[in-house]
Protein backbone atom coordinates (compact mmCIF):
# COMPACT_ATOMS: atom_id res chain seq x y z
CA UNK A 1 0.00 0.00 0.00
CA UNK A 2 1.27 3.44 -0.66
CA UNK A 3 0.22 7.08 0.47
CA UNK A 4 1.08 10.07 -0.49
CA UNK A 5 -0.62 13.25 0.91
CA UNK A 6 -0.09 16.11 -0.83
CA UNK A 7 -0.56 19.95 0.76
CA UNK A 8 -1.26 22.29 -2.04
CA UNK A 9 -0.32 25.68 0.12
CA UNK A 10 -2.77 28.29 -0.09
CA UNK A 11 -5.01 26.88 -2.58
CA UNK A 12 -8.25 27.92 -2.82
CA UNK A 13 -11.22 25.68 -3.65
CA UNK A 14 -13.26 28.42 -5.50
CA UNK A 15 -10.28 28.58 -8.00
CA UNK A 16 -10.48 25.12 -9.12
CA UNK A 17 -12.77 24.03 -12.10
CA UNK A 18 -13.99 20.96 -10.16
CA UNK A 19 -15.37 23.54 -7.86
CA UNK A 20 -16.66 25.62 -10.70
CA UNK A 21 -14.00 28.04 -11.45
CA UNK A 22 -14.75 28.72 -15.30
CA UNK A 23 -10.49 29.43 -16.13
CA UNK A 24 -8.50 26.52 -17.32
CA UNK A 25 -6.14 26.78 -13.70
CA UNK A 26 -6.93 22.86 -12.91
CA UNK A 27 -7.46 20.26 -15.73
CA UNK A 28 -5.40 17.54 -14.26
CA UNK A 29 -6.71 18.11 -10.83
CA UNK A 30 -10.29 18.01 -12.37
CA UNK A 31 -9.40 14.53 -13.83
CA UNK A 32 -8.10 13.47 -10.63
CA UNK A 33 -11.78 14.93 -8.95
CA UNK A 34 -13.41 12.90 -11.51
CA UNK A 35 -11.46 9.49 -11.17
CA UNK A 36 -12.03 9.78 -7.09
CA UNK A 37 -13.78 11.44 -4.47
CA UNK A 38 -14.20 15.51 -4.06
CA UNK A 39 -15.72 17.15 -1.13
CA UNK A 40 -17.53 20.19 -1.87
CA UNK A 41 -17.29 21.95 1.60
CA UNK A 42 -13.92 21.20 3.29
CA UNK A 43 -12.85 23.71 5.96
CA UNK A 44 -9.59 24.40 7.54
CA UNK A 45 -10.37 24.52 11.70
CA UNK A 46 -7.33 26.41 11.76
CA UNK A 47 -5.47 28.73 10.02
CA UNK A 48 -2.71 29.45 8.78
CA UNK A 49 -0.07 27.34 7.74
CA UNK A 50 1.51 25.93 10.99
CA UNK A 51 -1.75 25.45 13.05
CA UNK A 52 -3.36 24.04 9.89
CA UNK A 53 -0.51 20.89 9.56
CA UNK A 54 0.16 20.43 13.15
CA UNK A 55 -3.88 19.66 13.07
CA UNK A 56 -3.96 17.56 10.08
CA UNK A 57 -0.91 15.18 11.03
CA UNK A 58 -2.90 14.65 14.70
CA UNK A 59 -6.15 14.88 13.56
CA UNK A 60 -7.01 17.38 16.98
CA UNK A 61 -7.86 20.81 16.61
CA UNK A 62 -5.69 23.85 18.10
CA UNK A 63 -7.69 23.63 21.31
CA UNK A 64 -7.27 20.21 21.59
CA UNK A 65 -3.11 20.24 20.79
CA UNK A 66 -2.16 23.72 22.24
CA UNK A 67 -1.36 24.81 19.08
CA UNK A 68 -3.44 27.63 18.16
CA UNK A 69 -1.00 30.23 16.67
CA UNK A 70 1.38 30.60 13.29
CA UNK A 71 4.65 31.98 14.26
CA UNK A 72 4.60 32.19 18.00
CA UNK A 73 7.43 30.98 20.28
CA UNK A 74 4.60 29.99 22.73
CA UNK A 75 3.60 27.22 20.78
CA UNK A 76 4.85 23.39 21.60
CA UNK A 77 3.63 20.25 20.69
CA UNK A 78 4.15 17.39 23.33
CA UNK A 79 6.61 14.47 21.80
CA UNK A 80 3.69 12.17 23.30
CA UNK A 81 0.96 13.42 21.02
CA UNK A 82 0.19 10.69 18.61
CA UNK A 83 1.79 12.02 14.69
CA UNK A 84 0.66 10.31 11.76
CA UNK A 85 3.88 9.79 10.63
CA UNK A 86 5.18 8.28 13.53
CA UNK A 87 2.39 6.05 13.89
CA UNK A 88 2.64 4.60 10.07
CA UNK A 89 6.39 4.45 10.77
CA UNK A 90 6.10 2.29 13.91
CA UNK A 91 3.37 0.45 12.09
CA UNK A 92 5.91 -0.22 9.22
CA UNK A 93 5.74 2.02 6.82
CA UNK A 94 8.30 3.78 5.02
CA UNK A 95 8.08 7.31 6.09
CA UNK A 96 9.27 10.23 3.71
CA UNK A 97 8.74 13.93 3.08
CA UNK A 98 9.69 16.80 0.38
CA UNK A 99 8.51 19.63 3.10
CA UNK A 100 10.17 22.50 4.91
CA UNK A 101 8.06 22.76 7.25
CA UNK A 102 10.34 21.83 9.73
CA UNK A 103 11.95 25.42 9.81
CA UNK A 104 9.00 26.26 11.13
CA UNK A 105 8.65 23.46 13.86
CA UNK A 106 10.72 20.93 14.99
CA UNK A 107 8.02 18.54 15.43
CA UNK A 108 7.36 18.64 11.29
CA UNK A 109 9.82 16.41 11.14
CA UNK A 110 8.80 13.78 13.37
CA UNK A 111 8.34 10.13 12.41
CA UNK A 112 9.71 10.31 8.70
CA UNK A 113 12.56 8.02 7.47
CA UNK A 114 13.75 10.04 5.10
CA UNK A 115 13.19 13.93 5.45
CA UNK A 116 14.02 16.01 2.37
CA UNK A 117 14.01 19.59 2.99
CA UNK A 118 12.34 21.30 -0.35
CA UNK A 119 13.63 24.69 0.91
CA UNK A 120 16.42 26.93 -0.95
CA UNK A 121 17.82 30.37 -0.56
CA UNK A 122 14.05 31.77 -1.10
CA UNK A 123 11.61 31.21 0.99
CA UNK A 124 9.41 30.23 -1.88
CA UNK A 125 9.97 26.74 -3.08
CA UNK A 126 9.12 25.71 -7.61
CA UNK A 127 6.74 22.55 -7.41
CA UNK A 128 9.28 21.44 -10.01
CA UNK A 129 11.95 20.85 -6.92
CA UNK A 130 9.69 19.15 -5.22
CA UNK A 131 8.89 17.11 -8.16
CA UNK A 132 12.93 16.59 -8.83
CA UNK A 133 13.22 15.36 -5.10
CA UNK A 134 10.37 13.03 -4.88
CA UNK A 135 10.09 11.09 -8.11
CA UNK A 136 13.69 9.13 -7.91
CA UNK A 137 12.48 8.52 -3.96
CA UNK A 138 9.11 6.84 -5.02
CA UNK A 139 11.11 5.08 -7.54
CA UNK A 140 13.49 3.57 -5.38
CA UNK A 141 10.58 2.71 -2.73
CA UNK A 142 7.85 1.51 -5.09
CA UNK A 143 8.09 -2.09 -4.13
CA UNK A 144 7.53 -1.19 -0.55
CA UNK A 145 4.73 -0.03 1.57
CA UNK A 146 5.44 3.85 2.00
CA UNK A 147 3.83 7.42 3.73
CA UNK A 148 4.79 10.44 1.55
CA UNK A 149 4.49 13.67 2.48
CA UNK A 150 4.70 16.17 -0.23
CA UNK A 151 4.21 19.62 0.08
CA UNK A 152 4.07 22.40 -3.03
CA UNK A 153 4.09 26.13 -2.38
CA UNK A 154 3.38 27.35 -5.31
CA UNK A 155 0.15 29.22 -5.12
CA UNK A 156 1.66 30.81 -2.36
CA UNK A 157 3.16 34.62 -2.61
CA UNK A 158 5.02 36.15 -4.30
CA UNK A 159 3.05 35.12 -7.18
CA UNK A 160 5.85 34.89 -9.96
CA UNK A 161 4.65 32.12 -12.51
CA UNK A 162 6.52 31.61 -15.26
CA UNK A 163 5.81 34.12 -17.76
CA UNK A 164 4.49 31.62 -20.36
CA UNK A 165 1.79 30.72 -18.15
CA UNK A 166 0.11 34.09 -17.69
CA UNK A 167 -1.33 34.87 -21.21
CA UNK A 168 -3.98 32.11 -20.19
CA UNK A 169 -5.67 34.10 -17.23
CA UNK A 170 -4.90 37.99 -18.36
CA UNK A 171 -5.22 38.98 -21.60
CA UNK A 172 -1.65 39.99 -23.46
CA UNK A 173 -3.53 43.45 -24.92
CA UNK A 174 -3.35 45.07 -21.30
CA UNK A 175 -0.89 46.46 -19.61
CA UNK A 176 -0.88 45.65 -16.01
CA UNK A 177 1.45 48.68 -15.52
CA UNK A 178 -0.12 51.44 -16.67
CA UNK A 179 -0.52 54.42 -14.77
CA UNK A 180 -3.95 55.22 -16.11
CA UNK A 181 -5.32 51.58 -14.27
CA UNK A 182 -6.33 52.36 -10.57
CA UNK A 183 -7.72 49.42 -9.13
CA UNK A 184 -4.38 48.96 -7.39
CA UNK A 185 -5.63 52.13 -5.03
CA UNK A 186 -7.04 50.09 -1.97
CA UNK A 187 -4.02 47.48 -1.85
CA UNK A 188 -1.72 49.74 -2.05
CA UNK A 189 -3.15 52.70 0.35
CA UNK A 190 -4.41 49.78 2.70
CA UNK A 191 -2.76 50.48 6.66
CA UNK A 192 -1.46 46.84 6.57
CA UNK A 193 0.15 47.83 2.86
CA UNK A 194 3.74 48.49 4.69
CA UNK A 195 4.14 45.22 6.07
CA UNK A 196 3.21 43.31 2.66
CA UNK A 197 5.24 45.42 0.64
CA UNK A 198 8.39 43.71 0.45
CA UNK A 199 7.27 40.70 -0.06
CA UNK A 200 4.02 40.69 -1.93
CA UNK A 201 4.18 43.77 -4.35
CA UNK A 202 8.69 44.56 -4.61
CA UNK A 203 8.83 41.51 -6.12
CA UNK A 204 6.30 41.52 -8.77
CA UNK A 205 6.79 45.20 -9.39
CA UNK A 206 4.90 48.77 -9.60
CA UNK A 207 1.74 47.01 -11.09
CA UNK A 208 -1.66 48.98 -11.35
CA UNK A 209 -4.02 46.70 -11.96
CA UNK A 210 -5.30 44.39 -9.30
CA UNK A 211 -6.71 41.69 -11.87
CA UNK A 212 -3.04 41.21 -12.57
CA UNK A 213 -2.95 39.73 -9.23
CA UNK A 214 -5.43 37.69 -9.66
CA UNK A 215 -3.99 36.22 -13.51
CA UNK A 216 -1.28 35.46 -11.63
CA UNK A 217 -1.91 33.52 -8.73
CA UNK A 218 -4.72 31.56 -11.84
CA UNK A 219 -1.34 31.12 -13.49
CA UNK A 220 0.29 30.02 -10.50
CA UNK A 221 -2.36 27.46 -9.65
CA UNK A 222 -2.12 26.17 -13.46
CA UNK A 223 1.36 25.77 -13.11
CA UNK A 224 1.14 23.59 -10.01
CA UNK A 225 -1.11 21.36 -12.00
CA UNK A 226 1.27 20.91 -14.44
CA UNK A 227 3.60 19.62 -11.49
CA UNK A 228 0.73 17.41 -10.27
CA UNK A 229 0.17 15.72 -13.52
CA UNK A 230 3.98 14.94 -13.80
CA UNK A 231 3.72 12.86 -10.76
CA UNK A 232 0.90 11.37 -11.57
CA UNK A 233 2.38 10.49 -14.90
CA UNK A 234 5.15 9.34 -12.73
CA UNK A 235 3.21 6.71 -10.55
CA UNK A 236 1.61 5.51 -14.09
CA UNK A 237 4.82 4.09 -15.24
CA UNK A 238 6.06 2.83 -11.92
CA UNK A 239 3.24 0.81 -11.92
CA UNK A 240 1.74 1.76 -8.83
CA UNK A 241 -1.32 4.57 -9.77
CA UNK A 242 -4.11 2.03 -8.91
CA UNK A 243 -1.95 0.70 -5.65
CA UNK A 244 -1.55 4.50 -3.81
CA UNK A 245 -3.95 6.18 -1.98
CA UNK A 246 -3.16 9.82 -2.83
CA UNK A 247 -5.07 12.86 -0.69
CA UNK A 248 -4.77 16.11 -1.81
CA UNK A 249 -5.97 19.10 0.31
CA UNK A 250 -5.12 22.79 0.62
CA UNK A 251 -4.05 24.46 4.29
CA UNK A 252 -6.11 27.54 3.80
CA UNK A 253 -7.48 29.53 0.70
CA UNK A 254 -6.64 32.63 -0.39
CA UNK A 255 -8.17 36.03 0.25
CA UNK A 256 -8.04 38.24 -3.54
CA UNK A 257 -9.68 41.57 -2.37
CA UNK A 258 -12.17 40.25 -0.67
CA UNK A 259 -12.54 41.99 2.66
CA UNK A 260 -9.76 44.32 2.28
CA UNK A 261 -6.85 41.70 2.45
CA UNK A 262 -4.82 41.79 -0.20
CA UNK A 263 -3.07 38.66 -1.52
CA UNK A 264 -3.03 36.82 1.54
CA UNK A 265 -4.71 34.19 4.33
CA UNK A 266 -6.05 35.77 7.17
CA UNK A 267 -9.25 36.50 8.05
CA UNK A 268 -12.25 33.97 8.82
CA UNK A 269 -13.52 33.98 5.61
CA UNK A 270 -14.84 31.54 3.08
CA UNK A 271 -11.79 32.13 0.16
CA UNK A 272 -9.23 31.57 3.37
CA UNK A 273 -10.89 29.12 5.23
CA UNK A 274 -12.63 26.78 2.60
CA UNK A 275 -10.35 24.25 1.05
CA UNK A 276 -10.02 22.08 -1.75
CA UNK A 277 -9.90 18.21 -0.63
CA UNK A 278 -9.90 15.65 -2.75
CA UNK A 279 -8.94 11.37 -2.53
CA UNK A 280 -8.37 8.88 -5.21
CA UNK A 281 -7.69 5.54 -4.75
CA UNK A 282 -8.78 3.50 -7.54
CA UNK A 283 -11.10 0.26 -6.44
CA UNK A 284 -11.20 1.19 -3.22
CA UNK A 285 -12.93 4.19 -3.43
CA UNK A 286 -15.71 5.50 -5.84
CA UNK A 287 -15.24 7.45 -8.89
CA UNK A 288 -16.35 10.48 -9.48
CA UNK A 289 -18.39 11.22 -5.91
CA UNK A 290 -19.19 14.08 -4.71
CA UNK A 291 -19.59 15.07 -1.11
CA UNK A 292 -22.08 18.10 -0.04
CA UNK A 293 -21.87 18.59 3.60
CA UNK A 294 -19.14 19.60 5.84
CA UNK A 295 -15.91 17.80 7.15
CA UNK A 296 -12.34 19.25 8.29
CA UNK A 297 -8.91 18.65 7.03
CA UNK A 298 -8.79 17.10 10.86
CA UNK A 299 -10.93 14.18 9.17
CA UNK A 300 -7.93 13.16 6.92
CA UNK A 301 -6.07 11.67 9.73
CA UNK A 302 -8.39 8.85 10.70
CA UNK A 303 -9.36 8.35 6.77
CA UNK A 304 -6.13 7.57 6.05
CA UNK A 305 -5.58 5.05 9.36
CA UNK A 306 -9.33 3.38 8.61
CA UNK A 307 -7.86 3.05 5.03
CA UNK A 308 -5.23 0.60 5.45
CA UNK A 309 -6.97 -0.82 8.72
CA UNK A 310 -9.46 -2.11 5.89
CA UNK A 311 -6.04 -2.98 3.41
CA UNK A 312 -4.12 -4.76 5.87
CA UNK A 313 -1.15 -4.46 3.63
CA UNK A 314 2.05 -6.95 4.09
CA UNK A 315 3.91 -6.45 6.62
CA UNK A 316 2.28 -3.86 8.40
CA UNK A 317 0.61 -4.00 11.79
CA UNK A 318 -2.72 -2.67 11.12
CA UNK A 319 -3.73 -3.44 14.66
CA UNK A 320 -1.33 -1.07 15.28
CA UNK A 321 -3.06 2.10 13.98
CA UNK A 322 -6.41 2.41 16.21
CA UNK A 323 -7.44 5.65 16.28
CA UNK A 324 -5.80 7.60 19.13
CA UNK A 325 -8.05 9.12 22.12
CA UNK A 326 -9.40 12.20 21.77
CA UNK A 327 -9.11 13.17 18.12
CA UNK A 328 -11.42 15.41 16.43
CA UNK A 329 -11.40 14.22 13.36
CA UNK A 330 -13.75 11.45 12.39
CA UNK A 331 -13.41 9.50 9.33
CA UNK A 332 -14.44 10.37 5.95
CA UNK A 333 -15.57 6.75 5.11
CA UNK A 334 -19.05 7.10 5.76
CA UNK A 335 -19.33 9.60 3.37
CA UNK A 336 -16.61 8.45 0.76
CA UNK A 337 -18.81 5.34 0.19
CA UNK A 338 -22.49 7.23 0.26
CA UNK A 339 -23.70 6.35 4.12
CA UNK A 340 -23.19 9.81 4.88
CA UNK A 341 -22.77 13.14 3.46
CA UNK A 342 -20.67 14.91 5.99
CA UNK A 343 -18.67 14.50 9.29
CA UNK A 344 -19.74 16.80 11.34
CA UNK A 345 -23.14 19.61 10.97
CA UNK A 346 -20.75 22.83 12.43
CA UNK A 347 -17.24 23.65 11.76
CA UNK A 348 -15.42 25.77 14.12
CA UNK A 349 -12.88 28.03 13.01
CA UNK A 350 -9.44 29.75 14.37
CA UNK A 351 -6.85 31.64 13.79
CA UNK A 352 -4.17 33.63 15.43
CA UNK A 353 -1.35 35.28 13.26
CA UNK A 354 -2.07 38.77 11.48
CA UNK A 355 -5.15 38.60 13.27
CA UNK A 356 -6.47 36.72 16.47
CA UNK A 357 -10.21 35.23 15.81
CA UNK A 358 -12.71 32.57 16.39
CA UNK A 359 -15.99 31.91 14.16
CA UNK A 360 -18.50 28.80 13.90
CA UNK A 361 -19.63 27.86 10.54
CA UNK A 362 -22.96 25.82 9.84
CA UNK A 363 -24.84 24.55 6.59
CA UNK A 364 -26.19 28.23 6.62
CA UNK A 365 -24.67 30.78 8.77
CA UNK A 366 -21.39 31.89 9.57
CA UNK A 367 -20.27 33.57 12.92
CA UNK A 368 -17.06 35.09 13.56
CA UNK A 369 -15.52 36.78 17.03
CA UNK A 370 -12.25 38.72 16.58
CA UNK A 371 -9.91 39.01 19.56
CA UNK A 372 -7.74 41.29 17.97
CA UNK A 373 -7.62 42.50 14.36
CA UNK A 374 -3.91 43.54 13.93
CA UNK A 375 -3.47 45.72 10.96
CA UNK A 376 -6.72 45.54 9.88
CA UNK A 377 -9.79 47.04 10.93
CA UNK A 378 -12.80 44.37 11.80
CA UNK A 379 -16.09 44.81 14.15
CA UNK A 380 -15.76 42.51 17.00
CA UNK A 381 -18.78 40.38 15.97
CA UNK A 382 -20.03 38.99 12.50
CA UNK A 383 -22.55 37.25 11.06
CA UNK A 384 -23.45 36.31 7.87
CA UNK A 385 -26.17 34.24 6.15
CA UNK A 386 -24.32 32.14 3.75
CA UNK A 387 -27.33 30.94 1.96
CA UNK A 388 -28.47 34.97 0.82
CA UNK A 389 -24.95 36.41 1.08
CA UNK A 390 -22.43 33.97 0.33
CA UNK A 391 -19.66 36.36 -0.65
CA UNK A 392 -20.45 37.72 3.53
CA UNK A 393 -20.85 41.29 2.37
CA UNK A 394 -23.59 42.11 5.22
CA UNK A 395 -22.75 41.92 8.50
CA UNK A 396 -25.86 40.76 10.61
CA UNK A 397 -24.61 40.78 13.97
CA UNK A 398 -26.31 44.18 14.81
CA UNK A 399 -29.93 43.52 13.20
CA UNK A 400 -29.75 39.71 14.01
CA UNK A 401 -28.22 40.40 17.31
CA UNK A 402 -30.13 37.12 18.86
CA UNK A 403 -29.01 34.93 16.68
CA UNK A 404 -25.39 36.56 17.15
CA UNK A 405 -25.53 36.22 20.84
CA UNK A 406 -26.58 33.00 20.71
CA UNK A 407 -24.06 31.79 18.12
CA UNK A 408 -20.97 33.27 20.52
CA UNK A 409 -22.68 31.66 23.31
CA UNK A 410 -22.37 28.95 21.44
CA UNK A 411 -18.43 29.62 20.74
CA UNK A 412 -17.97 29.98 23.90
CA UNK A 413 -19.27 26.78 25.55
CA UNK A 414 -17.99 24.92 23.10
CA UNK A 415 -14.08 26.63 23.52
CA UNK A 416 -14.75 25.95 27.40
CA UNK A 417 -15.44 22.35 26.84
CA UNK A 418 -12.60 21.55 24.69
CA UNK A 419 -10.33 23.26 27.53
CA UNK A 420 -11.65 21.36 30.21
CA UNK A 421 -10.23 23.79 32.66
CA UNK A 422 -6.68 24.40 30.96
CA UNK A 423 -5.66 27.86 29.89
CA UNK A 424 -6.85 29.27 26.68
CA UNK A 425 -3.88 29.24 24.45
CA UNK A 426 -5.25 31.95 22.36
CA UNK A 427 -5.43 34.15 25.64
CA UNK A 428 -1.75 33.31 26.76
CA UNK A 429 -0.53 34.20 23.37
CA UNK A 430 -2.25 37.74 23.53
CA UNK A 431 -1.21 38.09 26.77
CA UNK A 432 2.49 37.59 26.68
CA UNK A 433 3.39 38.02 24.03
CA UNK A 434 0.97 40.04 21.13
CA UNK A 435 -0.28 38.69 18.08
CA UNK A 436 2.44 36.37 16.22
CA UNK A 437 3.61 38.41 13.83
CA UNK A 438 3.57 42.12 15.87
CA UNK A 439 7.11 41.61 16.25
CA UNK A 440 7.37 41.66 12.63
CA UNK A 441 5.11 44.76 12.86
CA UNK A 442 7.12 46.71 15.34
CA UNK A 443 10.27 46.25 13.06
CA UNK A 444 8.77 47.89 10.40
CA UNK A 445 7.41 50.47 12.64
CA UNK A 446 10.71 50.97 14.20
CA UNK A 447 12.40 51.75 10.99
CA UNK A 448 9.73 54.49 10.27
CA UNK A 449 9.76 55.86 13.57
CA UNK A 450 6.91 54.51 15.42
CA UNK A 451 5.71 52.58 17.59
CA UNK A 452 2.48 49.80 18.09
CA UNK A 453 0.45 51.89 19.62
CA UNK A 454 1.10 55.17 17.56
CA UNK A 455 0.01 53.20 14.59
CA UNK A 456 -3.13 51.89 16.09
CA UNK A 457 -4.12 55.40 17.03
CA UNK A 458 -3.06 56.70 13.50
CA UNK A 459 -2.29 54.21 10.69
CA UNK A 460 -2.78 56.36 7.79
CA UNK A 461 0.64 57.76 8.78
CA UNK A 462 2.24 54.67 7.62
CA UNK A 463 0.06 54.46 4.40
CA UNK A 464 1.45 54.37 1.29
CA UNK A 465 -0.04 56.29 -1.86
CA UNK A 466 0.43 54.82 -5.45
CA UNK A 467 2.64 57.31 -6.45
CA UNK A 468 4.56 56.56 -3.76
CA UNK A 469 4.60 53.07 -4.50
CA UNK A 470 5.18 53.97 -8.34
CA UNK A 471 8.51 55.97 -7.38
CA UNK A 472 9.82 53.79 -5.54
Same mark, same amino acid.
Given at each position: ???????????????????????? $????????????????????? +??????????????????????????????????? $????????????? $??????? #???????????????? *?? /????????????????????????? !??? =?????????????????????????????????? *???????????????????????????????????????????????????????????????????? =??????????????????? #?? !????????????????????????????????????????????????????? +?? /?????????????????????????????????????????? =?????????????????????? +??????????????????? !????????????????????????????????????? #????????????????????????????
Amino acid at each position: MKIILVSLDTLRASRLGAYGYPKP $TSPHLDRIASEGVLFERAYAA +DIPTEVAHTGIFTGKIGLTTGVVSHGSDLAHLPKT $TPWLPTMLRSAGF $TTSAVDN #LYQLKEWFARGYRYYM *NS /AGGNRWIDGRTVNELAKPWIEQHKD !ESF =FLFLHYWDAHTPYLPPDSYIPDFYDSARDPYDPA *NGSMERAYNHPAYPFFKRHHYDLVGPVTDSDYYGALYDAEIRYLDDRLKELDAHLEKLGIHDDTLLVL =FGDHGESLTEHDIYWDHCG #LY !EPTVHVPLIMRWPGRMPADRRVSGLVQQIDIMPTILEAVRMEQPDGIDSAGLS +DP /AGMDGRSLWGAILGESDRTHDQVYLSECAWQAARGVRTDRYK =FIRTYDSGPFSRPLRELYDLAA +DPEETVNLADSMAELAGLF !ERQLETWVAGKLAGREDPMKRQLREAGLPFRRRIEQI #LGGAGMTWEDWRRDPRRERFDLAAHRRH
